[in-house]
């Protein structure tokens, strides 16, 4: 089986997790959300590419912007091994379908106009290349998340919020603090994302990723930042937390924090876009 081939069956595979939720009405025929089929690769590429442009717009609603630092990719359906992004020196609030880009894992823009953030690149490329179940990935140097990674430690379980990353993320110390521009600083930093949904890089910030979509890889992050927010203003009160049991937290997780309820919590977001952003997909 060849390599493009076998990521199309893994990307088949985790396309559609567990939508078993707590949150799915049990009663017939009231409106709610619903992951959709594709009968193309062209038209599931669109809809990629639309949720991307609306990751990044989501970004800036949320202040997550700095200068040109932030990367969001997500893998073409038809060919897996080649990733669209935002375009360099572009804001968060200005990406539209029309100026994302293409790129393969060699950092060679196949499609579109615009250079490729090299930082970017290389922790990107490197994740998808050695992660090929990862179908999308977020970075950005937000404030909270920036400010709690220069602690080197995980997220405690200190609120429901806090549970859902309980056990499913990891703190990254190589290559802390050093700007990613090297080939080998990716690679020594790919294989901490099996089996994790986030990353606390330290002395850098957060990443997140997603085996489903882009919509839960970008909702995770603006959680985890929150909950980066949430913590250091427990801490800064003095008064030492109460934590969430392990059992509670494992349970909270499963029910708050899985893929499908990832991409649940960012549908909202993705209709205020639709309303308020219409640009975004010129």
Not at 167 to 173: L, T
Request: aromatic share 10%; net charge negative.
């Amino acid at each position: 089986m060849n390599t493009v081939v076998k990521q199309n069956e893994l990307r088949r595979t985790s396309a559609h997790p567990s939508n078993n939720s707590i949150y799915k009405p049990k009663q017939a025929g009231l409106i709610f959300p619903t992951i959709p089929d594709f009968e193309t690769f062209a038209q599931e590429r669109q809809h990629r590419k639309e949720r991307l442009v609306a990751a990044c717009r989501a970004f800036a609603l949320h202040d997550l912007d700095y200068g040109f630092a932030g990367h969001l990719t997500i893998r073409d359906p038809e060919f897996p091994e080649l990733y669209w992004t935002n375009p360099m020196a572009v804001h968060f609030s200005l990406v539209k379908i029309s100026n994302l880009i293409l790129a393969d894992h060699t950092g060679k823009v196949v499609e579109g106009k615009y250079a490729l953030n090299r930082a970017g690149f290389v922790l990107h490329a490197a994740v998808h290349e050695a992660n090929p179940d990862i179908v999308a990935m977020c970075h950005a140097h937000s404030v909270y998340g920036t400010a709690f990674a220069a602690l080197g430690r995980p997220l405690e379980p200190i609120t429901q919020d806090a549970a859902a990353f309980f056990e499913d993320h990891v703190v990254i110390r190589n290559e802390a603090g050093a700007v990613a521009v090297e080939e080998n600083a990716g690679l020594s930093v790919a294989d901490y994302f099996k089996n994790v949904k986030a990353a606390i890089h330290q002395n850098h910030g957060l990443l997140t990723v997603s085996r489903h979509s882009i919509e839960a890889a970008a909702f995770w992050f603006i959680a985890l930042e929150r909950c980066c927010k949430q913590q250091m203003l427990v801490e800064a009160s003095g008064i030492k937390p109460l934590m969430v049991p392990p059992t509670a937290a494992r349970y909270s997780r499963e029910h708050v924090g899985s893929e499908y309820i990832g991409w649940l919590h960012f549908q909202p977001i993705y209709e205020q876009l639709v309303h308020s952003s219409p640009d975004m997909f010129e």
